[in-house]
């Protein structure tokens, strides 16, 4: 389906944060602030640093308790430090709320930084150019705070009512479903009608049950309105977690990369600092997740073979029999299932290899339906490109290989092509984008990857509506 924002949504936050964990020690903050900074504190000084904690709301930091004012220099340099690593790192550590993560991170020398800004008098500019400056995340700031100063507002933008919603009918609640349906990509912007509960919406909704295990009867009833139905509570707290995902994020990324925001299932690709595509990925489903990796693509495969792996071969393969391995052109390889180059092989025409110890690339697919999809959480972990060959093509001419990309293709043999320079690729997961008018536009948590920052961050547990998508193939 054709994203209903257009190229400003799809790219969704794919943009440019030592972690004081909340929580953490705080006698070893303290010890390491005390060599930190030879200059002393002065009132002045201090009271900036109050100021700015007071006024932690501005970067969605509002739940996390960097303690009262410190009687000392000691303990003024502990806050200090921890308050400034929050800025400038993140106030949680991801290599500790996920299992992988080695997207790359900021490090900013805060001891030397706080030093200087002692010595200067001035906290204030210091403090204030640690976090990110990028428009995106001076966006999301403003839209929490505006979210926070409506403690009033209603509790769900879609009054909950008790009667469910016949296809047919009308309701003078369809044009707020109508809208988040759009949000969530599952219905074309414009095919909406008033108060009338029309075809095309209800189709839309009946995709929506089936990803979320749902009956997919079409009826609008309390499980349809807990997906659709989001809370300022709740959209506070997914730009809180958008905004501390960007601080984990190194403020000046390589300027010619490859972003993938898992949650949203889109690649971006930049060069030379500018977007040049951004095309639909299926990536792993919620089961068997695409980990956060910083892993370059190395070189090209044309014509790629599939070495099976041991769990997929023993849950999808196994018992299937020979009639099985020839028709879709497998062998037994050295006690291993490999599946030779061709139409049928799960990983297309092309894979990009890249290097990472978990297994995880990009590649080709022979099952094209799949990017119709809305919900694109389906494969077993790697990460699948739609029209990946065309992908290839770009990245070679690019890289001035496109010649010897069409002789390794024309093989028809699985062929390696390596790149001349690396291509740093980020898979990232991000579940706020942006609309056309930059306004930014709460998704779904497909993985449920939120509820774990929102907590470390001070938050009350979200709704935790996974998505129940499913692998749909063997592929990987």
Not at 270 to 280: E, H, L, M, N, T
Not at 289 to 296: R, V, W
Not at 327 to 356: E, H, R, T, Y
């Amino acid at each position: 389906m054709r994203s209903p924002w257009g190229k400003s949504l799809m790219l969704g936050l794919l943009l440019s944060a030592c972690s004081v964990e909340i929580g953490s020690d705080q006698n070893a903050t303290a010890n390491a602030g005390e060599a930190a900074a030879p200059a002393r504190w002065s009132d002045s000084t201090a009271g900036q640093l109050r100021k700015a904690i007071d006024a932690r709301g501005i970067h969605a930091l509002d739940h996390v308790d960097f303690g009262p004012s410190p009687k000392d220099d000691a303990a003024l340099t502990a806050q200090a430090l921890r308050f400034a690593a929050a800025l400038g790192r993140g106030a949680t550590d991801p290599t500790k709320l996920y299992e992988v993560y080695t997207v790359p991170r900021p490090a900013p020398d805060i001891k030397a930084g706080l030093a200087a800004a002692l010595r200067a008098g001035d906290l204030t500019p210091w403090l204030e150019g640690l976090a990110p400056q990028d428009a995106n995340y001076r966006k999301l700031s403003v839209a929490y705070r505006k979210l926070q100063r409506q403690p009033d507002a209603p509790a769900a933008a879609i009054v909950t009512t008790g009667e469910a919603i016949e296809p047919g009918g009308t309701d003078p609640r369809i044009p707020s479903i109508a809208r988040e349906l759009v949000i969530l990509e599952y219905l074309d912007n414009g095919l909406a009608q008033g108060d009338r509960y029309t075809p095309d919406m209800v189709a839309a909704v009946r995709r929506m049950q089936a990803d979320y295990a749902m009956k997919p009867d079409g009826i609008i009833g309390s499980e349809a309105l807990a997906i659709l139905n989001m809370s300022d509570v709740d959209r506070s707290r997914a730009i809180a977690v958008a905004m501390e995902r960007l601080r984990w994020l190194e403020r000046t990324p390589p300027a010619t990369r490859i972003d993938v925001n898992l949650a949203a299932a889109r690649l971006t690709y930049w060069r030379d600092g500018k977007i040049v595509d951004s095309r639909k990925v299926i990536v792993g489903e919620p089961d068997t997740e695409t980990p956060q990796l910083g892993s370059p693509i190395f070189r090209l495969v044309a014509n790629p073979t599939w070495t099976v792996p041991r769990s997929i071969q023993k849950k999808e393969i196994a018992g299937k029999g020979a009639g099985y391995m020839r028709a879709n052109n497998m062998v037994w390889k050295d006690g291993w299932i490999v599946q030779q180059p061709g139409p049928k092989n799960s990983l297309g025409l092309v894979k990009f290899d890249m290097q990472n110890d978990h297994a995880i690339y990009l590649h080709d697919t022979p099952a094209k339906p799949i990017f119709a999809m809305v919900q694109r959480q389906r494969s077993h972990g790697c990460v699948r490109v739609e029209d990946a060959l065309g992908f290839a093509e770009m990245l070679a001419t690019d890289a001035g290989l496109l010649d010897q990309w069409h002789a390794a293709r024309a093989t028809g043999k699985e062929t390696f092509v390596k790149l001349p320079r690396q291509i740093p690729v980020r898979m990232l997961y991000q579940t706020v984008l942006f609309d056309d008018a930059g306004e930014p536009i709460v998704r779904n948590d497909p993985y449920g990857w939120d509820d774990r920052v929102g907590a470390a961050l001070g938050f009350k547990a979200g709704r935790a509506l996974r998505v129940e998508s499913g692998a749909v193939d063997v592929g990987p």
